[in-house]
């Protein structure tokens, strides 16, 4: 029994050295190897090992924040993971192959719809990600037609914020975003000269008590009410930088505010860029602040994409998530 035991374990770090990729390959050659690399450690050790690397998660496939937190020892037999399953699902690759697989006749209404004339869908854009960071997201997106095409400039009033910048997607599809700054472009750049905190000024606070603890619950000012009310989508920027301070739980309560089912569609997309300002700058995992922000209790659709200001990258891929989930919440 210790021997076999010892060619177990020998068998578990050789196969620790394949990719996941290999040995989906290699579990699809026999019935042995099929049971041998699906072994709940290995597994494990893989998702531990690469989710720090993943640059985006959605609502359909964010790891359980219980399988972080707790040992494997600590696991019973009847409560194990099946983290191959996990791994699969959680994974960018995985996602990508999974949403190639989908039945012929999806691509083909999908082909059909975009010959449609479709209105331009419009999204709400907010966070601190806009604000803080030392590069621009938004005057990145102005400049750089040669990845993201200004298709309109801002030309008229809605509701005293203004009409929003259309954008062209991959010369195809418009789509307006519309972006609310907390405060005035004088008291921001102020705040990043001398490192100090403002007061959102879209946002007013209202106390609740929920058991013996007092909740922190916001609601949106009128202007921005009205916005909430005809967008399509919510883009939510937020701070990746490791070096800054956060506060998650006001974040979250930010997002629950602008997404209120009061002001719109429950199904309406909120695409999370998780931001930098420029590579060099050391970020948070993906998966992390997901859990950070607690995206798991929301209700709609989302997405946590990585992205980087100074570059825009990740941005096309978050940016190509939003518009397929809006045009298939008009289409139903």
């Known amino acids: ?44 050790y893989f998702l531990l090992r690469d989710l720090p690397s993943w640059t985006s998660v959605d609502w359909k496939s964010l790891p359980d924040a219980e399988i972080f937190n707790k040992a494997f020892s600590e696991v019973s037999d009847n409560a194990l993971y099946d983290y191959m399953a996990v791994y699969k699902r959680s994974c960018p690759q995985g996602r990508r192959s999974l949403k190639s697989s989908r039945p012929r006749y999806g691509a083909v209404t999908s082909f059909l719809q975009s010959l449609v004339t479709q209105a331009e869908p419009r999204f709400a854009m907010f966070g601190p990600g806009l604000e803080e960071l030392d590069d ?148 948070i995992p993906c998966v992390y602040m997901a859990h950070q922000l607690q995206l798991n209790l929301l209700r709609q659709p989302w997405m946590m994409q990585d992205t980087v200001a100074a570059t825009l990258d990740g941005l096309l891929n978050g940016i190509e998530w939003l518009l397929e989930e809006a045009n298939n919440k008009n289409a139903q």
């Open 136 to 283: 621009s997201l938004v005057q990145k997106m102005m400049t750089c037609p040669e990845i993201l095409q200004v298709a309109g400039l801002p030309h008229r009033q809605i509701h005293g914020i203004g009409s929003g910048v259309s954008f062209q997607f991959n010369n195809n599809q418009k789509f307006n975003i519309l972006t609310l700054y907390s405060t005035t472009s004088v008291e921001r750049r102020r705040a990043r000269e001398e490192q100090a905190v403002t007061v959102n000024k879209m946002f007013y606070q209202e106390n609740s008590v929920v058991g013996n603890q007092q909740a922190v619950h916001y609601s949106v000012i009128a202007q921005v009410r009205m916005v909430c009310e005809v967008v399509d989508g919510f883009i939510y920027v937020a701070n990746a930088e490791t070096h800054r301070e956060h506060d998650r739980q006001e974040e979250l309560a930010r997002i629950l505010a602008m997404t209120d089912p009061a002001l719109g569609p429950l199904n309406r997309p909120l695409l999370v860029l998780s931001c930098v300002s420029h590579v060099g700058v050391k970020r």
């Open 1 to 44: 029994a210790a021997l076999n035991g010892f060619q177990i374990n020998v068998q578990l770090i050789i196969m620790s050295f394949l990719s996941p990729q290999d040995l989906c390959h290699l579990g699809s050659t026999s019935c042995y190897w099929r049971a041998a690399v699906q072994d709940p450690l290995l597994w494990r």
